[in-house]
């Protein structure tokens, strides 16, 4: 069985300012990680994925996650955000092609 | 490429009525939709997967007869919330995935359902 633990459930964060929203999974078996967007009424929008190969994964609007086997973690960082950033951020990870996804985090942008 | 949408995108409705909700890919094939249900401010929590052309696998705790799934083309997939109570209110959203063992789930907008 995977579980996936965000360890902030709120990140207030000022535009231009640097973010970092963390997640910690568990599994018995190699997995493959996901990072997913969901803006007020909408549905989720993947930002990015870690399948293999490099550990640093780019995704789109600036988004790039870091997967960290030994600590068991994939970091989700953006160097300088907007107001448009603002909503609910999801961590998942899959096994068996079905997603766990984590409790959260809610960014919020300030001017 | 890869566009799923949700019909409706809202609906309230009667306790002890039925609603049905469509999921559809425009613009591929899927072989596997998921079907997902959101309380306020909480996570995603998978209800069950469906496969085209064959029954849907339920996740436990989630009642198949409450909450019944079609998926009789490669582009549609059904849940229908039969019988609703107002405790059934809550976000329902679809994922789609593509032929060929597709990693990659493509999430629907959502379907907020509000029972009376």
């Known amino acids: 069985a995977q579980s996936v633990t965000q360890l902030d459930s709120q990140v207030p964060v000022f535009e231009e300012a640097p973010v970092e929203l963390r997640c910690n999974y568990s599994s018995s078996v190699s997995v493959y990680l996901f990072w997913y967007v969901q803006y007020p009424n909408q549905g989720l929008q993947l930002l990015l994925k870690?399948?293999?190969?490099?550990?640093l994964v780019k995704g789109i609007n600036g988004f790039e996650a870091e997967f960290n086997k030994s600590q068991t973690s994939f970091h989700l960082r953006k160097p300088s955000v907007h107001i448009s950033d603002t909503a609910e951020y999801f961590c998942a990870v899959m096994n068996d092609y079905k997603l766990s996804f984590g409790a959260g985090t809610t960014v919020t942008v300030r001017a | 490429g890869a566009v799923v949408s949700q019909h409706p995108s809202w609906v309230i409705c009667k306790s002890g009525t039925s609603v049905k909700i469509e999921c559809r890919s425009l613009?591929?094939?899927?072989?596997?939709m998921f079907w997902y249900r959101q309380f306020p401010k909480q996570s995603l929590m998978l209800m069950a997967t469906s496969n085209e052309g064959s029954k849907a696998t339920y996740e436990q705790g989630v009642e198949k007869d409450k909450f019944l799934i079609n998926h009789a083309s490669l582009t549609l997939s059904t849940l229908t919330v039969t019988s609703a109570h107002p405790e059934d209110s809550s976000f329902y959203i679809c994922?789609?995935?593509?032929?060929?063992?597709?990693?990659?789930?493509?999430f629907g907008p959502g379907t907020r359902l509000t029972v009376l």
């Open positions: 870690y399948l293999s190969g490099s550990t």
């Open positions: 613009d591929f094939q899927a072989t596997t």
């Open positions: 994922s789609a995935r593509g032929a060929g063992g597709s990693d990659t789930q493509y």
